[in-house]
């Protein structure tokens, strides 16, 4: 019973203790960097062990990813949902102190909801129109949902509103720093994790193709970064993530933009991939191809060797913008990485989490993608999506703002114009 109740106890239960666990295994790696004399991978003792545990759930990861990018938008929507909601958890544990959280009972339940209020108001901003797009068929749901759409703003005020009165009225004495504390991490997370991540999803109903690009191109490069850092790492690049190396960060920057530019060959010849979903259904779509991803002939350079078997090529224009994003995500996005390295080191923990052996947390995976995220939805909003006044815009704006009688005014009329001319 005694070894039992040892066991037990050593284990960690709750998240301060799993936090504390954290700890102490980074101070455990720490010293044991201290006894390989350096932290690069080539010269750490376990990294072949190390390295079969990371390629089993990198393997598993992808295979999961691919799986539900098969399924769909609506799908790929609900798995950035869970991983947001996972990322918060890790991020809201780390502030956690049992001893406070005894004595303000709710404060969990508060953090929760600024995040669910926020999930509503990000999620109602992006998806409001395809929702209103998906129930047309039926007159009192497509009702309905344009006035909550109507309101959606207002409504979400007032659920914040009511989670600051909530923190207002909770506030005890001797708990301020730490109440103000949670309540300012809170925020963070909602700004620098969520409102960023919550990008991909915007990039999602563009097309798949806009979300499955960039992720894949930050998964190439984390890969190769690690490749070849294992095998030819020699000359640290930054003091805040000592594993990283100047031969894994330039050769997975060169195999990130040639695959870029392969990948997006590939992906652009689907029409599953390409199309812009304008609903919440979760059909096979069709639709004439956009003139990006239409092959146009590409004459090579005089400079190309005479051997080289190709002197005309068909390239997809989007080739070229993948270019651009495939700079981005092996130059810049890195630093995302960089940033939750120092994050951590701040805190003295290792890994945000350990729900993906061999990787860490979500969190942990998720620091460049978040980064990626944000920069291709601007790309591709200034770049690619065109500006200009259509037809489509102009009915989701008839859709999204007018009642259904002032709808059928508006029909009534234009009919009447049309007549006359």
Aim: hydrophobic share 50%; charged share 15%.
């Amino acid at each position: 019973m005694e070894e039992e109740s040892n066991v037990t106890s050593s284990s960690p239960s709750t998240p301060v203790q799993r936090l504390r666990h954290r700890k102490r295994s980074s101070t455990e790696v720490l010293d044991g960097d201290k006894v390989n004399a350096s932290p690069l991978l080539v010269n750490d003792r376990n990294k072949y062990k190390s390295f079969m545990i990371r390629t089993y759930s990198t393997l598993w990861m992808i295979a999961g990813f691919v799986m539900v990018v098969y399924m769909g938008h609506l799908y790929i929507t609900a798995m950035v949902l869970v991983i947001q909601i996972f990322m918060a958890k890790e991020l809201f544990n780390l502030l956690r102190k049992a001893p406070e959280d005894k004595c303000l009972p709710g404060i969990k339940q508060l953090n929760w909801h600024f995040f669910f209020t926020a999930m509503l108001f990000v999620y109602g901003r992006i998806l409001s129109q395809r929702l209103a797009n998906t129930v047309t068929a039926d007159q009192f749901l497509y009702r309905l949902v344009t006035g909550l759409i109507k309101y959606h703003m207002a409504i979400c005020y007032f659920l914040y509103i009511i989670g600051f009165m909530w923190f207002i009225l909770t506030l005890k004495k001797k708990m301020y720093k730490y109440q103000f504390g949670q309540y300012a991490w809170t925020h963070m997370i909602l700004i620098v994790v969520f409102t960023q991540s919550s990008f991909t999803v915007a990039n999602i109903f563009e097309g798949i193709f806009w979300f499955l690009l960039p992720a894949s191109l930050i998964i190439i490069n984390d890969i190769f970064a690690y490749i070849f850092g294992f095998f030819f790492g020699r000359t640290p690049l930054i003091k805040l993530s000592p594993k990283k190396t100047w031969e894994g960060f330039i050769g997975a920057s060169v195999t990130t933009i040639i695959s870029a530019f392969v990948l997006a060959n590939v992906l652009g010849r689907f029409p599953w991939l390409t199309c812009p979903r304008q609903d919440l259904s979760t059909g096979w779509l069709q639709c004439d191809a956009d003139p990006l991803f239409k092959p146009e002939p590409f004459t090579l350079p005089a400079w190309i060797p005479g051997w080289f078997p190709w002197k005309e090529m068909e390239v997809l224009p989007v080739q070229w913008h993948a270019l651009c994003l495939g700079l981005f995500a092996s130059i810049i996005a890195p630093f995302g990485g960089f940033f939750a390295s120092g994050f951590k080191r701040a805190f003295k923990i290792k890994d945000f989490g350990d729900s993906i052996p061999g990787h860490g947390g979500i969190t942990d995976r998720m620091d460049c993608q978040m980064v990626m995220a944000v920069f291709a939805y601007i790309y591709l909003q200034s770049f690619i999506v065109s500006q200009s006044v259509s037809v489509d815009k102009i009915l989701d704006q008839i859709l999204t703002n007018l009642s259904f009688e002032e709808q059928q005014a508006l029909f009534s009329r234009l009919g009447q114009m049309i007549g006359n001319s």
